[in-house]
């Protein structure tokens, strides 16, 4: 109520800074679906009204849908370049919540003033736990990642999860399948911790070609702690068995427990070469090493040039480990929410997601194959990701909604063009039918086009607990 009154004082001060006139808008909070103007002030959403209203500066929408900008939840690309492609696919709000950061403070310094779309990061417990262990952090690589760790590493690890919840960080990131080591024990304790928080954890499970096992530990851990638990990526998790997946998470949400899930809209990951999923990589066969991508170049890769660039290290692009039927399981489920697993940009490339997955899903799963209804695949892009969050982060309760009182960050697509464009081998391509991107009452995007000079991204970030200060040593109170 409060910020209902606070916008009608705003809507009061008309003509309003930027109106979107005569377009379709699709508000998933309210169950909105049609014609109206949308007045925007300081920021904020003023109004949303069948009314002719006038502002500073007018987006005629007309044959066009207003929604909701799109919320990412898991988007490791938080560079300049990245943001830039992530705006072009109607992106307000990229989150770095799978794998997480390292260090939670400067990661935000590093952004702050300086980011076209809202940012945010969990902090990592693949990073912490090599911290702990070694003093530094090799990332997703080394021997280190498949040894159980010593009660005084735990102790570490744990000490440093603490500290980035109270310095803010939205989640807690794991990467089982890249953490051989991590006993059930470690993860009871990181768990906890996250509880006591209120924030989720974001898990890309174990990988598991022959059962559950994987998603039933998450499960009981998320049971026995009362987390709130999201599981990464269902589709490349899950592969061709999504829809049994789907069930036990079903399942699991009708007995009591808070866990959640994910997708992107493609048939081929993309990962590290480097990691610890490839150790076998000698039992492939030529034609499956063929099927690689190098990200950096495009080229598939062969028994000569893997071991080279798995020592160079970096992401390549996976072969169709699953059926086009499943990963359309996945979209159109209505347990799902629409997430990209965006990478790096890797001189300019990177796996076509990055540039094309809320496109790809409103162009071929939505207007092509029908699989899903337009405000169902707008509500999966916003309002399910956005309340994930809200219990650790209540700002996200203006986020994901077009209501007066909710942010301006806004998205404006036609219907029967957007689609995404990039290809595996070709994948650094913007998609079609983003024609504005507002983030903040600020205009971002427009008529396809990135404003240069704007820079309205804001921190998605917790209340700040005990700031650590550099040079000193990090304790808790009472500790």
Same mark, same amino acid.
């Given at each position: 109520?409060?910020?209902? !009154? ?8 008309? $003509? ?13 909070? +309210? ?33 066009m849908v207003v929604a909701? /900008?799109?919320?990412? !939840? ?19 709000? #990229? ?25 945010? #990061? ?9 911290? %702990? ?43 089982? #399948? ?21 924030? +989720? ?35 490349? +998790? %899950? ?25 992107? $809209? ?63 399981? #996945? ?40 699989a899903l209804s337009l ?19 209540? %700002?996200?309760?203006?986020? /994901? ?13 036609? $219907? ?50 005990? $700031?650590f200060v550099p040079g ?8």
């Amino acid at each position: 109520m409060v910020f209902v !009154l606070a916008a009608a004082a705003l809507s009061a001060q008309a $003509p309003y800074d930027i109106v979107v006139r005569g377009g379709r808008v699709i508000d998933p909070e +309210s169950g909105l679906d049609g014609v109206r103007n949308i007045g925007i002030i300081a920021g904020r959403v003023a109004a949303v009204t069948a009314e002719q209203i006038d502002g500073e500066e007018a987006i005629e929408a007309s044959g066009m849908v207003v929604a909701p /900008g799109f919320i990412d !939840l898991h988007q490791h690309g938080q560079s300049l370049e990245n943001y830039d492609a992530q705006v072009r696919d109607g992106i307000t709000t #990229a989150l770095e919540l799978e794998i997480g950061v390292e260090d939670i403070e400067t990661w935000y310094e590093d952004r702050h003033g300086k980011a076209l779309v809202n940012y945010g #990061a969990s902090i990592s417990h693949p990073y912490s736990r090599q911290m %702990a262990m070694l003093g530094r952090n090799p990332g997703l690589a080394g021997e280190s990642l498949a040894i159980e760790l010593t009660a005084s590493q735990t102790a570490g690890l744990l000490r440093r999860i603490e500290r980035g919840l109270d310095q803010g960080a939205v989640a807690v990131g794991f990467g089982l #399948a890249y953490t051989p080591g991590a006993t059930r024990g470690e993860l009871v304790e990181v768990f906890r911790i996250a509880a006591r928080y209120g924030a +989720s954890c974001h898990v890309h499970m174990r990988t598991d070609h022959e059962t559950l096992a994987n998603l039933e530990e998450v499960i009981e851990l998320a049971r026995e702690t009362g987390v709130q638990a999201h599981i990464v990526h269902i589709n490349s +998790s %899950a592969r061709d068995r999504v829809l049994d997946y789907l069930a036990l998470i079903e399942r699991a949400q009708a007995s009591g427990v808070d866990i959640t899930t994910e997708a992107y $809209p493609y048939n081929r990951g993309s990962t590290l070469i480097q990691s610890h999923l490839f150790n076998e990589w000698e039992d492939y066969t030529d034609e499956q090493l063929a099927q690689f991508i190098w990200v950096r170049t495009g080229e598939t890769l062969t028994r000569e040039t893997f071991p080279a660039r798995r020592h160079m290290g970096g992401t390549i692009i996976l072969p169709p480990l699953y059926r086009e039927e499943s990963v359309r399981h #996945a979209i159109a489920s209505p347990l799902v929410m629409i997430a990209s697993d965006g990478m790096w940009l890797s001189g300019g490339r990177a796996h076509p997601r990055s540039f094309g997955t809320f496109s790809r899903v409103l162009g071929r799963f939505v207007r092509e194959q029908g699989a899903l209804s337009l405000p169902e695949a707008i509500r999966k892009m916003t309002l399910m990701p956005a309340k994930r969050l809200e219990r650790r982060i209540p %700002a996200m309760r203006n986020k /994901g909604r077009l209501r007066p009182g909710a942010d301006a960050d806004i998205v404006v697509f036609d $219907p029967e063009t957007v689609i995404d464009t990039g290809t595996y081998s070709d994948p650094a391509r913007s998609p079609e039918g983003i024609r504005h991107v507002i983030v903040n009452g600020v205009l971002t995007l427009t008529d396809g086009e990135v404003v240069a000079s704007a820079r309205p991204g804001r921190a998605v970030r917790a209340e700040i607990s005990y $700031p650590f200060v550099p040079g000193t040593t990090w304790a808790r109170p009472g500790q």
